[in-house]
């Protein structure tokens, strides 16, 4: 749609709900076309604290599966 030239502000409430990574890349490819990107909740976060953040979802969902997958393997035994 941007490249089209059908729309003119792209609003979302967070930079990461655009995209994870390389918002600024996309910022720019959009602004290319004459389409402007608002953020709506501007993070006051350093890409450092983000980072982290990101890195323990991982670990956190990466946990959570581990311990899923034993809850399961105990049920069977149990049954």
């Given at each position: 749609?941007?490249i ?61 599966r581990?311990y ?12």
């Open positions: 749609m941007v089209r030239k059908q729309i003119d502000v792209v609003v979302v409430e967070f930079r990461d709900r655009l995209t994870r990574f390389g918002f600024e890349y996309l910022k720019r490819f959009f602004e290319s076309h004459g389409a402007r990107v608002e953020v709506v909740e501007e993070s006051e976060k350093s890409y450092e604290e983000e980072l982290i953040e990101d890195f323990v979802s991982i670990i956190t969902s990466f946990a959570a581990i899923g997958k034993r809850s399961q393997r105990f049920k069977k035994i149990k049954n």
